[in-house]
T-cell receptor, first 124, second 107 residues
Framework: EVQLVQSGAVVKKPGESLKISCKGSGYSFPDYWIGWVRQMPGKGLEWMGIIYPSDADTTYSPSFQGQVTISADKSINVTYLQWSSLKASDTAMYYCARQYCHGANCNPAMFEYWGPGTQITVSS | DIQMTQSPSSLSASIGDRVTITCRASQGIYHYLAWYQQKPGKVPKLLIYAASALHSGVPSRFSGSGSGTDFTLTISSLQPEDVASYYC?????????FGQGTKVEIK
């Protein structure tokens, strides 16, 4: 069974750094793209970026390029999303999600399995 | 960037009604369009991919159509468990963009 387990909710102050995680299990972790999706309070879904753990190939949405860093450690089946300096506007739920892939029908940027989300609150 | 525009932003319909949500891409995306359902307080779920292919386990009352720039999600007979927000998403050329969402409620 494919599972994505995310790190717990966090409360941080503006200017602080943060790294949240997403651990995959039940499948060959290096071989599937993992993405991150933001959902601000009461708002819609925003596609942030994806990473291929096998070679760390990463694609960012232009809206998030330079704002966050996506990384992965395939030795422990974990993907990370990190900020160097948080802002109040980073307050949101962040989901990790694994690509859809069945037979020859695979696409890195579309998601089939989702983690439960990590709530990040940035407040002074 | 490709922009995805959904309409309406919200709708209210009766049980059994046919519900249609539209999604327009700012440029042609072939059939690289998925639909997700997110129930209140829950994680999004994939409903449809490749514009019209029903994901495993999704009830047949859901259907998708379209190609190029204009797409549609249809619920043929609205059920109480369909109360949710629905999002279209393009996944063309390894980049994704979601629409702003459509909230579906029961009248």
């Amino acid at each position: 069974e494919v599972q994505l387990v995310q790190s717990g909710a966090v409360v941080k102050k503006p200017g602080e750094s943060l790294k949240i995680s997403c651990k995959g299990s039940g499948y060959s972790f290096p071989d599937y793209w993992i993405g991150w999706v933001r959902q601000m309070p009461g708002k819609g879904l925003e596609w942030m970026g994806i990473i291929y753990p096998s070679d760390a190939d990463t694609t960012y949405s232009p809206s998030f390029q330079g704002q966050v860093t996506i990384s992965a450690d395939k030795s422990i089946n974990v993907t990370y999303l990190q900020w160097s300096s948080l802002k109040a506007s980073d307050t949101a739920m962040y989901y990790c999600a694994r690509q859809y892939c069945h037979g020859a029908n695979c696409n890195p940027a579309m998601f089939e399995y989702w983690g439960p989300g990590t709530q990040i609150t940035v407040s002074s | 960037d490709i922009q995805m525009t959904q309409s309406p932003s919200s709708l209210s319909a009766s049980i059994g009604d046919r519900v249609t949500i539209t999604c327009r891409a700012s440029q042609g995306i072939y059939h690289y369009l998925a639909w997700y359902q997110q129930k209140p307080g829950k994680v999004p779920k994939l409903l449809i991919y490749a514009a019209s292919a029903l994901h495993s386990g999704v009830p047949s009352r859901f259907s998708g159509s379209g190609s190029g720039t204009d797409f549609t999600l249809t619920i043929s007979s609205l059920q109480p468990e369909d109360v949710a927000s629905y999002y279209c998403q393009t996944y063309n050329r390894g980049l994704g963009t979601f629409g702003q969402g459509t909230k579906v409620e029961i009248k």
